[in-house]
C-alpha cells in the first residue's frame, strides 16, 4: 500500500519567526486607511505601468512593517479570469520593487454561457452523487492560450457528517456542457478556564466563552469554535454542519487528559488553533485565517470539528473549517496534534491568498506551506507535556504523534520527514518526483521538494543528488519562515509549477532582506541543491 500521508487511508482527501520586533499595527481605522491608500498606490503604479486596471480588482492585502503587497484578480467584462492575478510590492519607504505578473493576455471569446448556474450544480452532481453543496461561479478558465467560458464548481459533500467527506472543483464548459478540468480541493488539518488536552496537558488560561452560565469552547477573541462532531453519518436533514460546541457548568473542560475524554481531544484542537492563530497574529499580523478575524469563513467564524467520523484516520480543510478524525484506536490516535491543527489551518491561509490550485507542482506546493507551518509552530511551541506526563518534543516529522508504535521523544515514522524525506518515500529533488496522476498529481509525494528545501535554508547542507556542488549556509528558522510566508501569500499565484513557486520564494527574499542578501542568496541555493534553479537573480 502507498505510504501514508494526509491523505491516509483516502484517496479522495488532502487539503490535510521573529520578523520583525516592532509589533503589528492594529486593526483598527488606521490599518482601513492603510490598507485603502495602498490599493489606490498599487493601481496607480500599474497605471503608469501601462496596464488597464479596470479590470482588476483587490483580492487580498498584505501589509506589514516591512512593506505592502496588493494581489489584483484579473476580471474581464465582469467574469474572473480563473488564475488570473498581479500582485504589487511596494517596499515601506514607499518604493515598488515591480510586480508578480500572472495576467493572461490571450483572446478572449466572444460567447454567452447556453445554461446557468443551477443546471451547472447539476451536471456537477451526475458525478458526485453525494453532493450537498456546492458554490458555482462562471469564470473564464485557461486552457494553453485560450480562454474557455466555464462554471466552476466548488462541490461538497461535507456540510453534514459523512465518513467520506469530498470537496472537489469541477469546471464545466458553459456553452458545451462538457467537463475539462476537476481536481480534489479537500485539504487535509472572553473568558479563560482551564483545560486537560491528551497531547496538551494541562493548560492554562484556555479561552473560552460564559453566557448565560453556560461555559463553552469559543474563543471569542479569535472567533473560533471546538465541537463534538459524535463519530455518526446522519443524513442531510439530521446533522448540524458544524457538529456540537464543547459546553460546561464550570470553566474546567477535559477532567484528566485521558484518551477516553472526549473533551480532551476538544481540548487539545481548541489550545492548538488558539496557538497557531496567535503565531500567525504575533508573528505577521494576520488576523485569523481569513485576516478578518475569521467572520468571512462560511459560518462567520471559525470550527475545529472534533471526533469526525467513525475510526476515522484523516484531517482536513473543506474550504471554510477544520475536521479532525479519532484514529482507528490501534495505529493512530486522534488527529489534532499541533503540527496536523498547524497544517489544516494553513491550507485555508493559502486558500485564502495564494490559492495554490490542489493538483501537480502547485498542489504539491500548497501541500508543503502547510508541512512548513506546522513544523514551525510546533517548533515555536516546544517540548509539550501531555496525559500521563508524556513528553511531546518538536522535531522536523509530520503527523509524527498519531502513532501508538512511536517513541514521542524519538520517533521512528510519520506522515512526512522534512529532514529526510525519503523516509516515507518522498523525493528531495526535482529529478526524483512523481509524474503520475494518483494523489492529484502527486501533492502528497512532491511536497517532499519544498520541504526538504525549507530544510536546508533552516539548518545549511547539501543534497545526495544534486550535481551543481551547491552548498547552503542555513538562515535560521525564523528568516526562513518570513520568507515562506511572504512567497505563498504574496509572491505565488493559483497555477504555479514549481520553477515559478522558487522564483516567488526568491523575489520574497529579496523584499524581505534586500537584493545580494544573504538570506536571498541561501533561499536560490536552497533550490537549486533540491533541482530547481531559480531564473531571478538573488
Not at 529533488?429 to 511536497?447: A, F, I, K, W
Request: charged letters at 15%; aromatic letters at 12%; proline letters at 3%.
Amino acid at each position: 500500500m502507498r505510504k501514508l500521508s494526509f491523505n491516509i487511508l483516502s484517496a479522495a482527501l488532502a487539503v490535510g519567526l521573529g520578523l520583525f520586533t516592532a509589533a503589528p499595527e492594529s486593526f483598527g481605522q488606521k490599518t482601513s486607511n492603510r490598507a485603502e491608500a495602498a490599493q489606490l498606490k498599487a493601481r496607480s503604479f500599474l497605471v503608469q505601468k501601462g496596464l488597464n486596471v479596470e479590470g482588476l480588482k483587490q483580492r487580498d492585502a498584505i501589509i506589514d512593517a516591512v512593506g505592502s503587497h496588493i494581489r489584483f484578480a484579473q476580471y474581464i467584462d465582469g467574469i474572473r479570469v480563473f488564475g488570473g492575478e498581479i500582485i504589487t510590492h511596494e517596499r515601506a519607504n514607499g518604493k515598488f520593487t515591480d510586480s508578480t505578473d500572472g495576467l493572461f493576455k490571450g483572446a478572449v471569446p466572444s460567447t454567452i454561457p447556453s445554461f446557468g448556474k443551477t443546471e451547472a450544480a447539476g451536471l456537477a452532481q451526475n458525478s458526485f452523487a453525494d453532493m450537498t453543496s456546492a458554490d458555482t461561479e462562471l469564470v473564464y478558465y485557461p486552457q494553453g492560450k485560450e480562454l474557455v467560458l466555464a462554471y466552476l464548481v466548488d462541490a461538497k459533500n461535507t456540510d453534514f457528517l459523512t465518513d467520506n467527506p469530498r470537496r472537489e472543483m469541477i469546471v464545466i464548459n458553459a456553452v458545451t456542457g462538457e467537463e475539462i478540468a476537476r481536481w480534489d480541493n479537500l485539504q487535509t488539518s472572553g473568558t479563560t478556564g482551564t483545560g486537560y488536552g491528551f497531547y496538551s496537558g494541562t493548560v492554562g488560561s484556555l479561552p473560552i466563552d460564559l453566557t448565560s452560565g453556560t461555559y463553552s469552547l469559543f474563543d471569542v477573541p479569535n472567533n473560533g469554535k471546538t465541537t463534538d462532531f459524535a463519530n455518526k453519518q446522519c443524513p442531510p436533514t439530521g446533522c448540524t454542519a458544524i457538529g456540537t460546541v464543547y459546553t460546561s457548568t464550570d470553566n474546567i473542560f477535559g477532567t484528566n487528559g485521558a484518551l477516553s475524554n472526549r473533551e480532551s481531544i476538544g481540548v487539545d484542537a481548541h489550545f492548538f488553533a488558539q496557538k497557531v492563530l496567535g503565531y500567525y497574529s504575533t508573528t505577521f499580523g494576520r488576523n485569523g485565517i481569513d485576516n478578518n478575524n475569521n467572520r468571512n469563513l462560511k459560518f462567520g467564524y471559525m470550527v475545529s470539528r472534533t471526533h469526525y467520523g467513525r475510526k476515522y484516520n484523516n484531517a482536513f480543510w473543506d474550504g471554510s473549517s477544520m475536521s479532525y478524525g479519532d484514529g482507528d484506536g490501534s495505529t493512530y490516535r486522534p488527529f489534532d496534534a499541533i503540527d496536523v491543527v498547524g497544517h489544516e489551518m494553513t491550507h485555508g491561509v493559502t486558500e485564502r491568498t495564494s490559492n495554490l490550485t490542489y493538483s501537480n507542482e502547485s498542489g504539491a506546493a500548497n501541500e508543503s506551506f502547510s508541512d512548513i507551518f506546522g513544523v514551525i509552530i510546533e517548533f515555536k511551541s516546544g517540548t509539550l507535556t501531555g496525559s500521563g506526563g508524556v513528553q511531546y518534543p518538536a522535531d522536523w516529522w509530520i503527523g509524527e504523534d498519531l502513532y501508538f508504535s512511536n517513541n514521542p521523544s524519538s520517533p521512528t515514522t510519520g506522515i512526512r520527514n522534512m529532514a529526510n524525506t525519503h523516509a516515507t518515500g518522498d523525493p528531495d529533488h526535482y529529478s526524483e518526483r512523481y509524474t503520475g496522476t494518483s494523489d492529484s498529481g502527486g501533492v502528497h509525494t512532491n511536497s517532499g521538494i519544498q520541504n526538504y528545501m525549507f530544510y536546508l535554508l533552516v539548518n545549511g547542507g547539501t543534497n545526495h543528488k544534486d550535481t551543481t556542488g551547491t552548498t547552503v549556509s542555513g538562515i535560521g528558522l525564523d528568516a526562513a519562515a518570513a520568507i515562506a510566508y511572504s512567497a505563498d501569500t504574496a509572491y505565488c499565484t493559483a497555477s504555479d509549477n514549481y520553477a515559478k513557486v522558487a522564483n516567488a520564494w526568491v523575489n520574497a527574499a529579496k523584499f524581505r532582506y534586500g537584493a545580494g542578501s544573504t538570506q536571498a542568496q541561501q533561499t536560490y541555493n536552497s533550490w537549486k541543491a533540491c533541482g530547481v534553479t531559480p531564473t531571478v537573480a538573488p
